[in-house]
């Protein structure tokens, strides 16, 4: 079963996101999204500067198994990306929440965040 924190919000294409105190979004891949890839083995980032909407493919994860698209689940600024995962990937593995991909400068946090899926949602599209 999929560890889904409660303070996350969560899209349906798998990704997370967390609204931090300075009002930036930090985002990353699910418990069960990490699963479902298995190994990853690598992480193409965004570049900071571009400008995503909500829904747009913003980054590539590549596993043992295939290469899936990361949508932004909020639009926006990225601003910032987790360059760690050049070297250790595999931590989306060990720590998916921990393990963020990229932080967004929001267009619009709160509309697009009342449009995702609280932990409750999730579990039910995953069908946990």
């Given at each position: 079963?999929?560890?889904?924190?409660?303070?996350?919000?969560?899209?349906?294409?798998?990704?997370?996101?967390?609204?931090?105190?300075?009002?930036?979004?930090?985002?990353?891949?699910?418990?069960?999204a990490?699963?479902?890839?298995?190994?990853?083995?690598?992480?193409?980032?965004?570049?900071?500067?571009?400008?995503?909407?909500a829904?747009?493919?913003?980054?590539?994860?590549?596993?043992?198994?295939?290469?899936?698209?990361?949508?932004?689940?909020?639009?926006?600024?990225?601003?910032?990306?987790?360059?760690?995962?050049g070297?250790?990937?595999?931590?989306?593995?060990?720590?998916?929440?921990?393990?963020?991909?990229?932080?967004?400068?929001?267009?619009?946090?709160?509309g697009?965040?009342?449009?995702?899926?609280?932990?409750?949602?999730?579990?039910?599209?995953?069908?946990?």
């Open positions: 079963m999929s560890n889904i924190p409660a303070e996350l919000r969560f899209a349906k294409s798998h990704e997370w996101a967390r609204l931090e105190s300075d009002g930036i979004v930090t985002v990353g891949i699910s418990d069960h990490q699963e479902a890839l298995g190994d990853v083995v690598f992480v193409e980032l965004p570049e900071i500067g571009t400008a995503v909407a829904g747009d493919p913003a980054s590539v994860v590549e596993s043992v198994k295939a290469a899936s698209d990361i949508y932004s689940p909020v639009a926006g600024e990225v601003i910032e990306v987790n360059t760690a995962l070297d250790a990937p595999e931590s989306l593995n060990s720590d998916p929440y921990g393990a963020w991909i990229f932080k967004l400068k929001p267009s619009d946090a709160n697009d965040l009342a449009k995702l899926l609280d932990a409750n949602g999730y579990e039910g599209v995953i069908g946990e």
